[in-house]
């Protein structure tokens, strides 16, 4: 049960970040030594990438003393793209859930960028874990996206692992590679859903004329496949509060898929949920909404618990959070308003 966004992101697939075919006259040599002479990287971290199964020779799985052969295709993957920008530490505050030797559990406010990218090189989580964690080897200026394993869009908060070490990354970067987290999150959308429990699916892809945002192609020759389950858990007339969780995540999965059945999100600017969609549009209820937006500045989107197997002691981890302040004030207008509504209005 899981989605990212962003970025995040999240998306649960994996990139390739190297891919180097062996000479017709290459000799038996392991796999980790053959990579170390190629590449500039470690050792430790290509061992530590073919333990969590992110090297690939012929698109299958091997560990380091797998013996490299003549015309074999050799790839290392990640659960994040190759590297945009330079990294630099900033000195941010951060909601620290839990932490340990492996990793650390962060409550990621809206507004924050997970990660450095085109127009926004500075602010970022990364940019803040690299100053909190700057002690650790693998959280040095410059780093390449150092513990990331999955993201949130930048106006929806929520809980998110990063890991502290490389064991760690590549464990983890492998159970949401194979969808064997829990993610649930919360929403509230436009309209009153016909059915209170539901599954969603359809491809979702990069829209056709505008790149930053997503899509559904009801074929399947486009996009990937997406799959958002949902249950609704109140009923506020015009709108509908709901929790949903994800068989796959991809970019901006749920928002485009409330989209799709035409129940966008409150408040989402970017799939049309930033105007008044339900309701009579008198100037009271015009306020009302303008009120209920300027609180909720965002979409009404919160990723509230997450569940994964910790990468060193085998145990499942689970946490959840609680509603944010702005996403609950807008809710308990709501509650008021369909309380005290005009049947008329």
Not at 28 to 56: C, E, F, H, T, W
Not at 135 to 157: A, C, M, Q, W, Y
Not at 183 to 208: C, D, F, M, P, Q
Request: charged fraction near 25%; aromatic fraction near 10%; include cysteine.
């Amino acid at each position: 049960m899981q989605e990212d966004q962003d970025q995040n992101n999240t998306n649960q697939e994996l990139y390739e970040h190297y891919r180097l075919v062996a000479d017709k006259g290459q000799k038996p040599l392991r796999i980790d030594k053959y990579l170390v002479n190629k590449l500039d990287v470690s050792r430790n971290k290509i061992q530590n990438a073919a333990d969590a199964g992110n090297i690939l020779v012929n698109d299958k799985p091997v560990k380091s003393n797998y013996k490299i052969k003549p015309g074999d295709v050799v790839s290392i993957v990640m659960a994040y793209p190759p590297r945009e920008v330079e990294l630099m530490p900033e000195n941010i505050p951060l909601d620290i859930v839990y932490e340990d030797e492996d990793l650390v559990v962060v409550n990621k406010e809206a507004g924050m960028v997970v990660h450095p990218g085109i127009g926004h090189y500075s602010g970022t989580l990364i940019n803040a874990l690299l100053y909190y964690l700057k002690d650790l080897p693998g959280f040095k200026e410059g780093e390449e996206r150092p513990g990331l394993v999955h993201r949130i869009d930048k106006n929806t908060s929520g809980l998110l692992v990063v890991a502290k070490n490389g064991i760690a990354l590549n464990k983890l970067a492998r159970q949401f590679y194979e969808k064997t987290t829990h993610r649930e999150y919360v929403a509230l959308v436009w309209g009153s859903l016909r059915k209170k429990e539901g599954t969603i699916t359809g491809h979702i892809g990069r829209n056709l004329k505008n790149r930053k945002v997503m899509q559904v192609f009801p074929a399947e020759d486009r996009g990937k496949d997406a799959v958002t389950h949902y249950k609704v858990m109140e009923d506020l007339y015009y709108v509908s509060f709901l929790k949903c969780w994800l068989e796959t995540g991809r970019t901006h999965q749920i928002r485009i898929h409330f989209k799709y059945i035409h129940h966008p999100l409150f408040n989402d600017a970017e799939y049309g949920g930033d105007k008044i969609l339900k309701g009579t549009p008198t100037s009271k209820y015009k306020q009302f909404i303008n009120n209920c937006f300027e609180i909720l500045p965002r979409q009404a989107l919160h990723a509230k618990t997450l569940g994964f197997t910790h990468p060193s002691t085998g145990k499942y981890m689970h946490f959840d959070s609680g509603v944010p302040d702005d996403m609950q004030q807008v809710i308990d207008k709501w509650r008021n308003y369909t309380a005290n509504r005009n049947p008329e209005a």
